[in-house]
């Protein structure tokens, strides 16, 4: 039997890292197809667009985009904790003060 080049690929768990595995190998085989001059219009076409200036900038400015929203949202999460805290602050001293029941005393 001819011997061929296919190697075995262990899947990865991840589903983002496993889109990128395949995406890797779906660039790998059709750079085979473009060196045996195989390679059909469309694939040319779409590789000329995703790695376009344009393309790069966009997708970078969407990485970018969702950090800043990762941001935002671990900052609301922390007002909100620091809320809490404040309440609660505000209300011991309260209790310290004689001004509210305290748990224990219900």
Known sequence: MAETDTKRVRALQDPTS??????????DEIEK????????????TTLA???SEKTILE????????E??????????ANQR?????KDAIRMMGIYR???ESDADL
């Not at 496993?18 to 660039?27: I, N, Y």
């Not at 197809?33 to 040319?44: F, G």
């Not at 997708?59 to 985009?65: G, I």
């Open 18 to 27: 496993r889109m990128q595995q395949l995406g890797g190998l779906a660039l």
């Open 33 to 44: 197809r473009i060196i045996n001059h195989e390679a059909t219009a469309q694939e040319l």
């Open 49 to 51: 667009r995703l790695g």
């Open 59 to 66: 997708n970078e400015k969407l990485r970018r985009e969702n």
């Open 68 to 77: 800043l929203l990762k941001a935002k949202t671990e900052a609301l999460e």
């Open 82 to 86: 620091m809320d809490e805290l404040f």
């Open 98 to 100: 004689g001004e509210e």
